[in-house]
């Protein structure tokens, strides 16, 4: 079993919908950080976490430390919100060593 | 300040040539830790460096590949002798400081095809 499982693997949704994004982990960790690819481009950070929720925008991120689970959630929904949204955990104990999740393919069709 | 600079972004390699990926971090951080990712796999962990040393190297294949990043300069991925299996995009990321990787800005990453 992998320390990091997302679900869904691949998400399509109409403009506007919200989305969610769920990540469950099996370790103890110190750290959980959400990320988004772009096609073709590059890794953007967009939330760390350790405990509680953060929100920027129309995205919201939380973590449920106890049950070891995130959820990134998107509202309104955009087609430039299209992208691959991962997860990825910093252990406990000092690692520096970041463990992803295979990520969500996310498709917003207008 | 410009963000982790990667190049080259595309790169193609025959099989038993040696590829070099650089990885210039960003202005006044001097830690960068090096990801692969592969076709359908997600990223994972290859090394972490400081100025002049490996932190970590313990998600580096243990032949073919090394890592440096010199006193000045970027930091270079080394994978000699590539076979078809090395085709993946090799992301770079910096951070400022030590326990810091969470707050690591990354580059745009290089794509390696190897023929």
């Known amino acids: 079993k992998n320390e990091v499982e997302q679900s869904p693997q691949n998400l399509t949704a109409q403009e506007g919908e919200f989305i969610t994004i769920n990540c469950s982990y099996s370790?103890?960790?110190?750290?959980l950080h959400w990320l988004q690819q772009h096609p073709g481009g590059g890794i953007v950070s967009l939330f760390m976490l350790s405990s509680g929720k953060k929100k920027h925008g129309r995205l919201i991120a939380t973590i449920n430390i106890q049950e070891k689970h995130s959820s990134l959630h998107i509202t309104a929904s955009h087609p430039r919100d299209s992208a691959v949204y991962i997860c990825a955990l910093l252990a406990q104990g000092g690692s520096e060593k970041l463990v992803f999740g295979k990520g969500t393919k996310l498709t917003v069709n207008p | 300040n410009a963000g982790v600079m990667q190049n080259p972004r595309h790169l193609v390699r025959r099989r038993g040539q040696e590829a070099r990926l650089r990885c210039s971090p960003m202005?006044?951080?001097?830690?960068v830790y090096w990801y692969r990712q592969l076709p359908e796999e997600g990223l994972k962990f290859m090394v972490y460096l400081q100025k002049e040393n490996i932190i970590d190297e313990s998600g580096m294949p243990k032949e073919r590949f090394s890592a440096e990043f010199p006193k000045e300069g970027p930091s270079i991925l080394r994978i000699q002798q590539v076979v078809r299996g090395d085709s993946a995009a090799y992301f770079c990321?910096?951070?400022?400081?030590?326990?810091?990787?969470?707050?690591?800005?990354f580059g745009q990453g290089t794509r390696l095809t190897v023929v």
């Open positions: 370790v103890g960790i110190s750290a």
């Open positions: 990321a910096s951070s400022p400081s030590r326990g810091a990787v969470t707050e690591a800005f």
């Open positions: 202005k006044g951080h001097s830690h």
